[in-house]
């Protein structure tokens, strides 16, 4: 049985409340943006993975129970051992508790490991009590960090399974889907491309710049400076000509798991998913979200725009990927540019093909889509239970 340790439960629904925020707060976690603490989720995914768990008052709690802080986006200036409550800091100071943080996003784990060692220095705690679980699949090479690709997790159990798109052999309008949300510039670079060729026409194409500009620094993104000086006015012609949209959704619900757009999956043969990283905050790992999963759970084809071996380490969860079917050699290029213009390649031939190719293609593949789509559905509780053997053992 793994005891969490909780330090206030809502007086009303019983429900646990974020370690870390003071109970006057509570009213807001609802209001306050992704840098905030949030619920201990972990409490819900150990019950669903079938791992006996109970949430106990951190008064209660016995002996190596753990202290959960969720956090929806590190921030390194931020002190988190100073946000624990006294009567949790004494237990794990005293080697009765853990402290075990959750982190979903990919940020580069051997950094925020770095920042939680500091923190134990400064606040006397022993690093041995303190653990990471995070969405990065480099996290297993530092101390006491696992790597869980929760999103993975989190997706799954979001779903309502009847709204898949199934395989069908009837032909299809679109040749791809490309769906993009949030702006960022090496996206709208990659879209830009599709668009400017006009292959936009040919799929279920989005670009709804939400938070647009906020990521144009040439410096801040994974791509050459010159490259991006050099698409430049195709990407202001892009956006002068947008947004582009394919339903009435709006943001909130394009941002919503359990919202499947059933019917364009359905009438389109492959994915072009473009990833939340290129770089992986140059961690070495590989950082998978909802946006992979998604063609996977609606029997698609896909390709992705993602971190070296994002491919590579879909194969070792389990899933198969396309090189039967055509080059995935740009997923082992290390150099993000490189990469990136051959997916890009890739995605322009696919978008070009003809339909009546591109639908015999899409039969063939029918055992390896059936595969992935049989292997998320199942289920991946194995995954956390392999977490939680490392921080148990």
Not at 331 to 349: G, K, P, T, W, Y
Request: net charge negative; aromatic share 12%.
């Amino acid at each position: 049985m793994i005891y969490l340790a909780i330090d206030t439960f809502d007086p009303v629904t019983g429900r646990a409340m974020p370690n870390g925020i003071p109970a006057s707060q509570h009213h807001l976690i609802e209001k306050q943006d992704g840098r905030r603490l949030d619920y201990p989720r972990l409490l819900y995914y150990l019950s669903q993975c079938q791992i006996p768990v109970r949430a106990v008052l951190t008064s209660d709690a016995p002996h190596n129970a753990w202290y959960p802080m969720v956090i929806g986006w590190f921030d390194f200036g931020c002190d988190y051992f100073g946000l624990i409550s006294r009567e949790a800091k004494i237990k794990i100071k005293t080697q009765s508790m853990k402290l075990v943080f959750t982190y979903h996003e990919g940020d580069h784990p051997g950094r925020i490991r770095q920042r939680l060692d500091q923190l134990c220095d400064q606040h006397s705690i022993d690093c041995e009590q303190v653990w990471l679980i995070s969405g990065n699949s480099s996290a297993d090479q530092y101390h006491h960090s696992v790597y869980w690709p929760e999103l993975e997790f989190m997706y799954w159990r979001s779903l309502n399974f009847d709204t898949a798109a199934q395989f069908h052999t009837q032909p299809r309008s679109r040749n791809y889907m490309a769906l993009c949300r949030i702006d960022k510039l090496w996206r709208k670079v990659f879209m830009s491309d599709l668009w400017d060729k006009n292959l936009h026409h040919r799929g279920y194409f989005s670009y709804n710049q939400v938070q647009l500009g906020s990521e144009d620094n040439y410096y801040d993104c994974a791509l050459s400076n010159s490259y991006l000086a050099s698409v430049q006015r195709r990407v202001n012609r892009f956006i002068e000509a947008g947004p582009f949209t394919v339903d009435t959704l709006n943001s909130d619900a394009h941002n919503t798991y359990s919202v499947n757009p059933t019917e364009m999956y359905a009438d389109s043969y492959v994915n072009i998913v473009l990833e939340t990283m290129i770089d992986i905050d140059n961690s070495g790992g590989v950082f998978v979200t909802e946006k992979t999963f998604k063609p996977i759970f609606n029997n698609q084809m896909f390709v992705v725009v993602s971190g070296v071996d994002t491919l590579a380490h879909l194969r070792e969860l389990g899933y198969q990927t396309f090189s039967e079917y055509w080059d995935e050699s740009y997923d082992s290029m290390i150099n993000n540019q490189h990469r990136f213009e051959a997916v890009l390649d890739l995605a322009c031939h696919i978008g070009s093909m003809n339909s009546e190719q591109l639908h015999q293609l899409y039969l063939n593949a029918r055992p390896v889509i059936n595969h992935n789509h049989n292997v998320f559905v199942s289920g991946m509780a194995h995954r956390l239970q392999a977490a939680v053997r490392k921080i148990l053992a």
